[in-house]
């Protein structure tokens, strides 16, 4: 079954750090570009960031460059997403995406929720 | 980089058409063809209906079309049906290889 699940969420203090996972079945991971989009419950969707199919062309959304890391370990078919000095405005829901051609995602995960609080 | 520009809401009733704008810039939406659409259900994952603008994925109904003029993408539904009642969102790829969502527009079929 071709599909996306996340894991890593929780809660955490602000200035702390978490890593997110995602892991694909039905797919290889590494012959598409995947990305990380965040939502509050309730509001809109976040791009946060994108790692392209070939491994090392990383991108980001301004609100996180410098803190954020997107990685992979295609030995595992997993994607990551590296979060350092997390503030309370990056609590939301966090979901990765198959991109499915150039910046549009065909296959998304349930999302794992991310809580930054005292 | 701001937000697209959605509609907070639209509504329509069974059978009629209805569309969604989404309003950027010429460093978004007027610069560039990948615009996409997406579909989502309460508390459900988001759903493609629309890429490059214009173009279905395998599988979504051709109700539903795409298109754009100069800085605004619109995506139509036509033949409103019950199960179109969802929250709309669109995103465009940005200079700066960003990419940029609107706030989302929720759909209410009367």
């Known amino acids: 079954q071709v599909q996306l699940i996340e894991s890593g969420g929780g809660v955490v203090q602000p200035g702390r750090s978490l890593r997110l996972s995602c892991t694909a079945s039905?797919?290889?991971?590494?012959?598409?570009?995947m990305h990380w989009v965040r939502q509050v419950p309730g509001k809109g969707l976040e791009w946060v960031a994108g790692l392209w199919s070939n491994g090392n062309t990383q991108d980001y959304a301004d609100s996180v460059k410098g803190r954020f890391t997107v990685s992979r370990d295609s030995s595992k078919n997993t994607l990551y997403l590296q979060m350092n000095s997390l503030r309370a405005e990056d609590t939301a829901i966090y979901s990765c995406?198959?991109?499915?051609?150039?910046?549009?995602?065909?296959?998304w995960g349930q999302g794992t929720l991310v809580t930054v609080s005292s | 980089q701001s937000a697209l520009t959605q509609p907070a809401s639209v509504s329509g009733s069974p059978g009629q058409s209805i569309t969604v704008s989404c309003t950027g810039t010429s460093s978004d939406v007027g610069g560039y063809n990948y615009v996409s659409w997406y579909q989502q259900h309460p508390g459900k994952a988001p759903k493609l209906m629309i890429y490059?603008?214009?173009n279905r994925p395998s599988g979504v109904s051709n109700r539903f079309s795409g298109s754009k003029s100069a800085n605004t993408a619109s995506l139509t539904i036509s033949g409103l049906q019950a199960e179109d009642e969802a929250d709309y969102y669109c995103s465009s790829y940005a200079s700066g290889s960003i990419l940029v969502f609107g706030g989302g527009t929720k759909l209410t079929v009367l």
């Open positions: 039905g797919f290889t991971l590494r012959n598409y570009g």
């Open positions: 490059e603008v214009s």
């Open positions: 995406a198959r991109d499915m051609k150039f910046y549009c995602f065909d296959l």
